[in-house]
């Protein structure tokens, strides 16, 4: 289907004033639907759940839908996911509960958000596990393989997890492929697919994972996160609810009532407005990181992080890069100067891979992070003030 973006960037009240926002890594701004739905909700239903008053069954039914609803965008059962605060604190609640015994094997990534690691750092100190770190090299291309993987893998191990799509780099990792040599070892693969969400269809049954999670406020929502478990996944868990409360759905098992109400109840206006357009908005967005990364790329002073590649099969519009001569603050700094760009600097939570893999200053790199409501008037003026702060070529 045709993208019209004008169309698009009329259901974001945030984009109609003057800050042009390229920091969309960070969070994404929320649809005028999602804010109307959140208002009227607290207004009229902001009840506890479960009562058989008029309004209680209102709250409760405006609830499930919004559970349904992901759970439909996902591909998965209503009862294999769990809305919370944030992927970090999902994640932290599924390192709690899962239960391995003591010398087994987990294999962990240095290319992640932190979200990824301390969980599972935090888990395999309760339970006693043997860590081992899975690294890409820049020979690689700073990419996580089967290859690379295959090395680490035995039948020991039996929990890996892995990064969809880096939010420094913007690589896609083949998730498919990963998940068929974990799974013949018989492990358990564990997703952040934070990056990946806000560009891409998710959809766990072709990926093939057992756990995967995202955070809704980077797909145009508010502040709040899925995480997926599969049911067989799901045998690996001791629910960690109240004794006399049922365990029977992955809410039951960790949800600890942190699924919070009017930002729960607003899931399906996302899903609705998603439906049916993520192809063009995969066709936009790789037109937007052609523009700046043909720049990037142009210039022999400045080296993209990652993949060069502008191809969306290979990644996804989160771009950074570092540029000889000035620091990745001054950039972003000296841009403020003159503009209403707002776009960043630094690890961004990714501080193994900046720190140990890309071996980074302690600024890290500066990077732009855009999404389907950015236009490519909006990228050719960043390359514009790029080339206005960037040393003189």
Same mark, same amino acid.
Not at 51 to 73: F, I, M, N, V
């Given at each position: ?8 960037? #009329? ?52 609830? #499930? ?55 599972? !750092? ?70 952040? /697919? ?26 145009? /929502? ?27 759905? !992955? ?104 720190? #140990? ?37």
């Amino acid at each position: 289907m045709s993208f019209d973006i004008t169309k698009a960037r #009329e259901r974001f009240p945030a984009l109609q004033q003057e800050q042009i926002f390229l920091d969309n890594a960070g969070g994404s701004q929320a649809l005028g639907d999602v804010i109307e739905s959140i208002t009227a909700y607290l207004t009229k239903t902001n009840v506890q759940l479960g009562a058989s008053y008029h309004t209680g069954t209102q709250s409760t039914t405006k609830y #499930e839908e919004g559970y349904h609803s992901a759970a439909r965008y996902l591909n998965a059962g209503r009862d294999e996911i769990v809305l919370g605060a944030s992927t970090t604190q999902l994640f932290m609640n599924l390192a709690g509960s899962l239960q391995f015994k003591e010398g087994d094997e987990i294999i962990l990534s240095k290319m992640e958000h932190e979200t990824n690691v301390k969980p599972w !750092l935090f888990m395999a100190d309760r339970l006693k596990l043997t860590i081992k770190w899975w690294e890409s090299s820049k020979s690689d291309g700073l990419k996580l393989t089967p290859n690379n993987l295959k090395p680490l893998l035995s039948d020991k191990v039996k929990f890996v997890a892995c990064t969809h799509v880096s939010n420094v780099l913007g690589t896609i990792h083949d998730v498919e492929a990963i998940a068929d040599a974990v799974h013949q070892v018989g492990a358990l693969f564990c997703v952040d /697919g934070v990056s990946f969400a806000p560009h891409r269809r998710v959809d766990v049954r072709k990926f093939k994972v057992d756990f995967y999670a995202f955070s809704w406020y980077k797909v145009y /929502g508010p502040h709040v996160a899925v995480l997926y478990a599969s049911n067989s996944a799901q045998a690996h868990m001791k629910p960690l609810s109240h004794f006399f409360n049922k365990t029977d759905s !992955l809410e039951d098992k960790i949800g600890f009532a942190g699924s919070n109400y009017e930002a729960v109840q607003s899931i399906p206006k996302i899903v609705k407005y998603l439906d049916g357009s993520v192809d063009a908005i995969t066709e936009h967005e790789g037109k937007l990181q052609k523009i700046l990364l043909d720049f990037l790329n142009s210039r022999s002073d400045i080296k993209v992080i990652g993949s060069t590649s502008s191809d969306s099969a290979a990644r996804v519009p989160t771009v950074s890069f570092v540029v000889e001569g000035i620091s990745p603050k001054t950039v972003v700094v000296e841009a403020e100067k003159i503009s209403n760009y707002g776009f960043r600097w630094g690890h961004f939570y990714s501080k193994r891979l900046c720190d #140990e893999i890309l071996e980074l200053g302690p600024e890290g790199v500066t990077r732009v992070s855009m999404v389907h409501y950015n236009t490519e008037d909006e990228i050719r003026g960043l390359v514009d003030l790029l080339k206005k702060v960037l040393p003189q070529k």
